[in-house]
């Protein structure tokens, strides 16, 4: 039997566990999911952003060869099945009815033998719109003529304004700003942050799979959260939540998009139920860029009160926030904005008010937590360009004004002003960092000796902290349900472990660094212990994949699940050595007599005597469950500095170097993490830079495709560096804080501090994302600085 | 609709069958076949997930028809293993780590194997222009970019190409 102790496996770079079937082209992913007399569903979509439905014919379609049914809104209406609920708590229609909210939006599923039978099917499907006028910008959706969208819930909601919300201290922070505006200084700014979309390469689409004779209705699902949509498949249908299992297998991504549901999920239920068969729904990319949750889309104006020398004292935002047509954003429902006021940051105020008002308007709804935990990016973003401004008014250095605002060290655990007790930081510690990296010194040099050439070069720093891993269950929720996560762990006779965790991975790397967690509490090798996710009728209840909270929550839930199994151990370990429990010393993978080293028993040995060899006072068996509420959030951060140069003859920017400086706690995997960096940055690019779901007047949809919507190829991406500090959170149990987030959170406003920088001494405060060359050439042609 | 007769050597096995005029090679592949590692992103020619060998060519089979690889020698992300031994490629994107969720891995390796054999030393430029034709929204592409850069290595080093079986030239 192996004795092998492994010491070392926290901060180890394991090669991946998961990518053996990845390389092999042996993934399996939703639409590779083939089931016996499986039907297939196409969805036929408004093209109109507004408008009343008169008629839908589809005696034209069911002629056609190969399709089976097509199913309506009343359809569903009559089997009780044509409403869903949203996170936040309103009611989305499946399939339209009496009108359309926006262009794309769901009216009828075909159901047919064939994929090709399907789409020729929704070609035949005739529907009479009858036009209504369309409300786009949010900013005159609450103009008294405005027509109101949403009659259904209008004894609940009379205006198109779903809420206004606000927090912190309105009187103090007033006090502060009029103190300011008299002895110190005023910054204010308008930011929008353009409505974008997760866009993973794997769309969204699932298998319904009903079962009339067991009653069991198997959902083949890209979800990101298996289990909670298991919970609402109950509720919605009616059918015993027992009888439902979702498997979410391999996932090409998620981002957040695959967090929501959304009507084909529906659709195709509704549709196995009537049909008695699987049927599978799969969008196409024009489907998931144009009707799944979009992200962000906030109208932001921001203030910052400071004294003379550039103590920072107050914060006030104003925000609108763009919902399109249903109320359907990402978040738990004590907090409508999400974490949006976490936007104090890194820095120390005194006051703050945050205020945010959002509407409905005849665009896609959504509002989901893009790689981000509930609109910290958002958040992250105003206070760091609200930062240079200030530090600019008052002619100082960003990093100066920044160094002299963070919260210190020896502050945390820091109570902000809006009421987040930050767990750990050492912010000065990773920017100064970035800028022994970057040699900050000498690109400013440079700049200014670029400028007397009239070269324009910029220089832009993010100092951001984040905010991850919700529960606590008490004040985070999904439709009610406390957001915890879980894990379980069945170490068998042999000394191997299989564990099945809550949260489900699309590239996170779960199958690793979660080995990684359970090898270093129980001294096994990572290759001894498997990882399962994504099946809800094997793994334990977990709350899912998003806002980072897989490491933070379910992550401490492995490392205690593990640590019950060692409790378990050391008993038996007792027994068998003939000593007290309190006599036994632990080193990972064995447990020894103190004093006596040579005695002792491996992990293996226990786990063998577990099943042959038990204690006559304990179960047999060594296996543990733990469902962890993480007693607060952790905080990771980071400091991320671009240098670009501009393009005078094209508007072109050019990402000279970005350095990215990140503290996520404990580190499990230093590969995986530094990888997920990557990623994360090029999808902070992507918005600063190259993508927008735009509106014309209409509400027809720009951005639609991979044409129109830009994504990042490997030319557009910069050969990214990185480094870390490690700041462990205090209350994790193995330290860890979560990353991925970090830098799709932390780096659009890095890439636009260093834009404006650039342009800043011929006046230029702020330039909207995404950054085009077409924006950046009309200042240099506006300011004459265009050259050939 | 027209049925047409196709015989197509994929991974180098014989397939004949009866396609529909308008049936995608992409769906033929993954749909008749089960050879499901070529994967779907876009539908228009667009994030190379879908990408192929047609007669050593890197091919999105999303925006060719079934019948045009009528004759063809046609190579999938399931021929690259070659008895048990991992292609190059398959080997630097597990090394270098240039995956995260899988779902454009078999599409980018099949575009730096067909890159690789026109350029068997690439500089980094030319490989990120070489794959700019594949979206990956995972690994931010530097560690893909590494990954070629390792197969690039292997291959060199032992001077073949063992691109699998039933592949035509260029």
């Known amino acids: 039997m192996s004795t092998a102790v492994h010491t070392h496996v926290l901060g180890e770079a394991y090669k991946r566990k998961e990518d053996a079937r990845f390389i092999r082209g042996q993934g399996k992913y939703v639409d590779d999911v083939q089931l016996p007399g499986m039907l297939y569903g196409a969805i036929v979509r408004s093209p109109s952003a507004h408008a009343l439905i008169k008629h839908i014919d589809s005696s034209q379609a069911l002629q056609v060869p190969g399709v089976v049914t097509v199913i309506t809104g009343k359809d569903l209406e009559a089997a009780g099945l044509n409403w869903m609920p949203t996170l936040p708590g309103d009611t989305e229609i499946v399939l339209a009815v009496e009108r359309v909210l926006y262009q794309m939006q769901e009216v009828a599923l075909v159901v047919a033998t064939s994929r090709y039978a399907a789409a020729d099917g929704v070609a035949a499907v005739e529907v009479d719109y009858d036009p209504l006028p369309v409300v786009v910008d949010p900013r005159k959706a609450l103009d008294p003529d405005a027509p109101l969208l949403r009659p259904d819930k209008k004894d609940k909601q009379p205006t198109n ?28 700014q308008d930011i929008y942050i353009p409505r974008i979309h997760p866009a993973p390469i794997e769309t969204c689409g699932c298998i319904a799979d009903y079962h009339a004779a067991t009653g069991k209705l198997t959902v083949w699902l890209t979800s990101q959260a298996p289990h909670v949509h298991r919970t609402i498949f109950a509720w919605v249908t009616g059918l015993p939540e027992h009888r439902i299992r979702v498997i979410s297998p391999d996932v090409g991504g998620g981002f957040g998009n695959k967090v929501p549901l959304y009507p084909g999920y529906l659709c195709a239920i509704a549709a196995s ?55 359907t954003a990402a978040q738990p429902r004590q907090f409508p904005a999400g974490l949006f006021h976490i936007c104090t940051g890194s820095y120390d105020f005194k006051h703050a008010l945050v205020e945010v008002d959002a509407v409905h308007t005849n665009k896609a709804p959504g509002g989901v937590a893009y790689r981000c935990s509930f609109r910290v990016t958002e958040a992250s973003f105003l206070i760091e360009r609200l930062m240079d401004t200030l530090a600019r008014d008052l002619g100082k250095d960003p990093a100066e004004l920044r160094l002299e605002n963070f919260i210190k060290p020896e502050a945390f ?48 720093i993010s100092s951001f902290t984040e905010i991850v891993g919700a529960g606590p269950g008490k004040h985070f929720d999904i439709v009610g349900i406390q957001m915890f996560d879980s894990c379980e762990i069945r170490v068998h006779p042999t000394g191997k472990a299989l564990a099945r965790i809550g949260v489900q991975q699309q590239g996170h790397s779960h199958e690793t660094t979660f080995a990684q967690i359970i090898a270093a509490e129980l001294g096994l090798s990572p290759d001894d212990v498997d990882i399962e996710h994504g099946d809800t009728d094997t793994a334990p209840y977990g709350l899912g994949t998003y806002g980072s909270r897989s490491t933070p929550v379910a992550g401490a839930a492995t490392a205690m699940a593990a640590r019950k199994v060692r409790d378990k151990a050391r008993k038996i ?66 400091s991320y500095i671009c240098v670009v140069d501009l393009d005078r003859g094209t508007g072109e920017v050019h990402i000279r170097r970005f350095m990215a400086v990140d503290d996520c706690g404990t580190v499990i995997n230093p590969m995986i993490v530094e990888g997920q960096v990557h990623g994360g940055l090029t999808q902070g690019l992507a918005p600063a830079m190259y ?28 050969r990214w560096e990185t480094d870390r500090t490690v700041t462990p959170s205090p209350h ?57 | 609709m027209s049925k047409h007769h196709i015989r197509v050597t994929i991974n180098g096995t014989l397939y004949e069958d009866d396609v529909d005029a308008r049936m995608l090679l992409v769906h033929w592949i993954r749909d008749s076949l089960h050879l499901t590692g070529t994967h779907i992103g876009c539908d228009t020619t667009s994030c190379g997930a879908c990408t192929i060998l047609v007669d050593g060519k890197a091919t999105k089979s999303c925006t060719m028809f079934a019948v045009r690889a009528d004759g063809r020698q046609i190579q999938t992300v399931e021929g690259l293993e070659q008895q048990g031994k991992l292609h190059p490629i398959q080997d630097g994107f597990h090394q270098e780590h240039g995956l995260h969720c899988g779902y454009c891995t078999p599409g980018m390796m099949m575009t730096a194997v067909a890159l690789l054999r026109r350029n068997p030393n690439p500089t980094e430029q030319e490989i990120r222009e070489g794959i700019s034709g594949n979206l990956c929204r995972c690994t931010g592409y530097v560690n893909i970019v590494k990954a070629i850069q390792y197969a690039a290595e292997k291959m060199r080093a032992s001077e073949q190409v063992p691109a699998g079986s039933g592949e035509g030239g260029e």
């Open chain 1, 573 to 638: 370990a007792a027994y068998l050595l003939e000593v007290g429990e309190e006599d036994l010393e632990w080193e990972p993978g064995r447990f020894f007599v103190k004093g006596a080293p040579d005695k002792g028993k491996t992990i293996q040995e226990l786990a063998f005597a577990a099943y042959t060899n038990c204690p006559p006072y304990l179960e047999p068996g060594l296996e543990a469950v733990n469902y962890y509420d993480p007693p607060n959030l952790t905080y990771p951060f980071g």
């Open chain 1, 413 to 460: 655990p820091y109570r902000s002003a809006l009421n987040w007790t930050y767990d750990s930081g050492n912010y000065e510690a990773a920017l100064k960092l970035a800028m022994k990296k970057i040699d900050y010194a000498g690109l400013r040099r440079e700049q200014a000796e670029k400028r007397t050439r009239g070269e324009l070069m910029g220089i832009g």
């Open chain 1, 691 to 718: 993508e927008e779901l735009s509106y014309d007047e209409d509400g027809n949809i720009r951005g639609g495709n991979f044409q129109d919507y830009l994504m990042p190829t490997a030319m557009e991406a910069p």
């Open chain 1, 732 to 788: 994790h149990p193995i330290g860890a804080k979560g990353v991925a987030e970090s830098p799709t959170v932390g780096s659009p406003q890095a890439i636009v501090n260093a834009v404006v920088d650039a342009l800043a001494h011929v006046g230029i405060r702020h330039i909207d994302m995404p950054i085009t060359p077409e924006k950046v050439w009309n200042i240099l042609n506006e300011k004459g600085l265009t050259s050939d």
């Open chain 1, 161 to 188: 304004q779903i809420y206004h919300w606000e927090v912190g201290d309105r009187a103090a922070t007033d006090a502060a700003f009029a103190d300011s505006a008299v002895n110190g200084v005023v910054v204010k």
């Open chain 1, 273 to 327: 139920l009537k049909t008695g068969k699987p049927v599978k729904w799969i969008e196409d990319r024009s489907e998931n860029l144009s009707s799944t949750s979009f992200a962000r889309d906030y109208h932001i104006h921001a203030e910052i009160a400071a004294d003379k020398a550039g103590n920072v004292q107050a914060l006030r935002v104003h925000t609108l926030a763009d919902h399109g047509a249903f109320h």
